[in-house]
């Protein structure tokens, strides 16, 4: 039989290794996601990190929205440049000379604003979420083809900002 002390002090043991994550991931320490697909292919994520999101006066004076993620978050090395100036609720058109889609680490291809969207559904203080429907040239044998058909790109972002930085 199991002393009613010792008992008590496993418990808290457990309780406290339940709790120590607690304090840790994106809603505390910054960050987020980008879910998106690719015409019909599967749905792929990249992991975003605090430093690959600059909100509009948060550790700035700017007034754009900018995603750029990492290769090395991508399986296939895919990477995003997305940015949105001055961002609203609702539809944004993206800043083409800043926003391009890389395909594997392949080729850069501008993200057409005249028919791209960045939907925010939020950006306040703490949270940023948006919908994307973006279209780009097709570059992924290496080089933009014109005469394929524009690759549709649709997908979700969420961002965390840091407690620290608001």
Not at 43 to 54: G, K, N
Not at 73 to 90: A, T, Y
Request: glycine share 6%.
């Amino acid at each position: 039989m199991i002393p009613f002390r010792l008992k008590t002090c496993l418990a808290a043991a457990v309780l406290l290794m339940a709790c120590a994550d607690i304090n840790e991931g994106w809603e505390v320490d910054g960050g987020g996601y980008l879910k998106y697909r690719i015409n019909d292919e599967d749905e792929r994520t990249i992991e975003l990190a605090e430093s690959d999101v600059e909100v509009p006066f948060i550790k700035n004076s700017h007034r754009y929205f900018l995603v750029k993620t990492r290769a090395k978050e991508s399986k296939r090395g895919d990477q995003f440049s997305i940015m949105v100036n001055r961002p609203v609720l609702g539809d944004n058109p993206v800043v083409q000379q800043y926003s391009w889609f890389n395909y594997g680490s392949l080729t850069q291809a501008p993200i057409l604003a005249d028919s791209s969207i960045v939907r925010f559904d939020q950006k306040d203080d703490s949270t940023w979420t948006a919908t994307l429907d973006l279209y780009t040239p097709d570059c992924r044998s290496g080089r933009c083809i014109d005469t394929l058909p524009n690759l549709h790109i649709t997908g979700r972002l969420r961002y965390w900002v840091d407690p620290d930085a608001r």
